[in-house]
């Protein structure tokens, strides 16, 4: 086997499922296991930061975990039953086990009236206080008058907050990042589909033959560990080029595109060639300091240009951080498309080289080279000539660009949009052009 | 009270009625009476330089003043009648007084085919001439067979020319400009309504409690006076960072904006912004070397950055230098329209800061400090924080947008422009998280 | 007779039809002859390059020469006959005489399926070979059972590449080139229009009485003779501004621009200002690295900025390559309306200068120089004014622009973009403001 392969749709799906009814948080038992069960695919190491630890401005809250959690009649009967939802339950809810009136219950009940069969995504991460979530259907059959049963069996101790982490090391000087949020319970889209991409995408970057660039790749909880990573790697992440945050890849939406905050770095130019040459029109999404972990990465002291690829992005999709976010939600097919973007733009960005004419007075003669066909004057150049068939024109015309743009001062990037021709033809003509001496590689530079 | 207050729509046109019939010209009585109307509301100074006086290229020329006028048959009845209508006279008209032939008061005649109700405005300068204006149906009426008695009682003397000055001194170093011209006669849109608004300017601004910027206001007569004021206060002038020239700020026509020579000055900048959050789209008019005193400003040697918010500017309307410029065409209303967006603009200015975060490394931790709701997840943010109304959610966009781009590069018209935040939103988010330490104001640079 | 004259729509017919019939290819008797007959109306010298010299990458061909060629049936009937169109042999054919059955015949054989009334164009200039081509209906009237006399009556020989070559004298130290391609036979729009607009501009340079800019003017075998040419004169190639080549001027089709591969250079821009003051949009082409010369001269190590004018370019037409593009294909009028075109952009580079006001302080006062109509106020500024017709107004708004942008930073390209005034206008206002005394011409400075 040569070069790395892809994951099947099926493969894709199957570990979303695997993943998707794990009870997590930012931190506890639910976030090892899933890095546990990542490690099947990628070989990520799970590492720690102890709970109470200053970051920049945050702490480490205390581990969370949790065992149990009901609402139930006086007589026994669950009402709402976190075993067969663990979304029902408020994340970070301290332990509660009390018999109370519905009065004094509902505050601490959310539901979505607009989505009545829908259970909530709801968290509590910085205050102490708990909650349940449920459907709007639940909540009605509720009898007002009547008083329950509350139990949450859960727990807030010193513990650690994990993340799962693999640094890929290529040969250009140049590091990229992916990073993805491994928090989020018993959603599909937001975010094991992102958990479950940046587990293959490690995988195929780890079956190259060769990296020309060093990744750095994260499974972290969402912000508290992106922050907590980023006071413990600060000279590494200042280094960074550019990156991917990994998020709600899988929903049946079109394929999104959210731009770094620069817009027009290489890293949105790669991801706009790669969606270019697919002949998919991206649902451009210009950056905001919102949504998930790029508003950290981006800001001030470090801002390193991070850009998103989706389908159904967060806010997008009317199920968002409900239970309607299922593995229904998300199929394998469009795990793959998503999947398939990412790896064209990081290849982009892996055949992104300077190179130099060594013959830059007038264009080589290609035809004693073999590269032309042999008569001349055709209408579209190739008309008359039986075996030429379309994929030769191309292949000139990618020859002939390259040979009028090579001079030293653009890279295959820039040499792709000018040309507007396809960057793959572009990377073929280029090595048969340095292969004919026609062409020379020149050290690139770190674009920052 | 506390800060500046607005005028109401009727104390707008009510000044507007008094300085209509005023007949004015470059020179004279009619500019010092309506500069004197002006003081009441605004305390300018009345300020002239001598006739004679070399500016640059131009002379200032003598004092004109005039008394009476009229065309009369020879039974004495007045045809065309001064004091009827300022206009009926070719402002600077030397002396006349003659019987003569329709024939030879023919070429001293002008009117308006295609308005035949109209006046037109026509004026003579720089050559000694004299003339009538009249409406197409005076000049039918008239006997072309007929003599009539010419009388144009009028004085050409070494004078003054006069203007009104006003400095209001602010802290940031950085001055701007405010100008209109004060000689046009009884029309109303252009140009009592730029004399108006710079009133109730100089009165806003004299107002506030503090002034971060210093402004330069003048009434000057339009173009010689403009021009004399640049060649009495050149170094002074060459130091303006940009302005505004107030003129047709009455019409019933659509807001409109004429840019600035360069087009995104600050100055453009500031005034698309205040279009922007107020939902208007302005009539845009890119910058050309006619109309006002923009034209002298913006000469190369001064180069200063001159615009205009306008309601039917020159040229734009029918009634353009005609007696149907008048208090009726141009309401209370529209002025005040005008007058708020010419306010909006400064205070754009005038709350344009430099911040910088003292907290670069992550996002700060809102909630903590009570500027962020306290349960995650919800859909919209604060779809479930009952109390938390559209106005909260706006103000953490606003916190988030100047936390991320509050680096010390970017003033606060770079942040609105980069944010798509309405300015004012982010001005409140500035205060908030300066009172929290999590800002700093630095100092800024004159831009220009 | 004062200046340079444009020829007739008739004169310049009248040399496409002269040239059209003769036998051209990348050298040979036909070349010679054609730049004779250019002699005539351009003083250009015939200069030549030996065979089998090395130009960089490529080899100076041998000469080739054809007298006669044929297609027979065994009785003597000629099929295809080289004496009726010089298309009918493919260009550098070596010679044959042989009797052949058609099977083997045919793989020498071109038609254009789709056309099958047009013999199409066909060259094998650097493998030996040879071929013939024909119209489909010819082909499907050959009887496939048949043997056949092949002649073709070539030589091929060591010998010249000849081309002509102009060079004008300017005083500005600037120097711009235009190049055709004189080796394509029996073609009228491909390309003996650029053959004719050539020699024709050659002339009227020529009659200039003083060229403000100096002139490389070529004809030249394409890709070869252009290579060629920059091996000979490599520094003075270096040294040139920018340029036209001149190509497929006289078809049917609108008006074409391809752009220089920078497409905003000096070149573009001269041309596209033509292009608005004659209220015409172009066909915009953007530059690619195909058609003629300008892929030559545009290559790393000269990087010439080189556009083409063109009515139906290269690929744009359906008998392109074929004996379809015919004098008839082509009028004069056509040739002249595109003649034209170059002239006024030539025209505004040679009118292109720097002026710099002696007047920055504010607008001059053009009254007392007699620029401007003495009654002021009027509408449209001139309404009134009986012998002001619209020139004068434009020439006013010209002045205005002139004096206002005039500040030594900007050429009159510049002035004109930015003042959207015909380019005309401002040159007739700066030598007013000149004579006046209000302008001074300042050195300009090679652009490249």
Known sequence: ????????????????????????????????????????????????????????????????????????????????????????????????????????LEPHLHTLPNLPDAIPYRTSYYRENWGFCLTQKQLEAMDRNARYHVVIDSTLEDGVLNFGEKLLRGTSGREFFLSTYCCHPWMANDNQSGVVLTAFLNRYLSQKEELHHSYRIVWVPETIGAISYLAHNELAMKNLEGGFVLSCCGGPGPLAYKETFLGDHLIDRAVKLAFRDAGIEPWLRPFAPDGSDERQYSMPAFRIPMCTIAKDKYYDYAYYHTSLDDPDFVTGENLLSTLKMYIDAIEILERNRVFKTTMPYCEPQLGKRGLYPQIGGAHNQFGNVKKCAMSIEAEVDALTWMMFLADGTMDMVDIAERSAQPYSNLCVAAVKLVENGLLEEIQEVNAR
């Open 1 to 104: 086997m040569k070069g790395p392969i892809l994951p099947s749709a099926a493969e894709l799906h199957s570990l979303l499922k695997r993943l998707y009814p794990i009870t997590r948080s930012l931190t506890g038992d639910g976030v090892r296991e899933t890095l546990r069960v990542v490690q099947e695919v990628a070989d990520l190491e799970i590492q720690e930061y102890p709970s109470g630890a200053q970051v920049y401005d945050w702490q480490i809250p205390r581990e969370w975990n949790i065992r149990d959690a009901h609402i139930s009649t006086l007589d026994g009967q669950r009402v709402v039953d976190f075993r067969r939802n663990g979304l029902h339950v408020v994340g970070y809810s301290v332990p509660v086990c009390e018999e109370m009136a519905f009065a004094d």
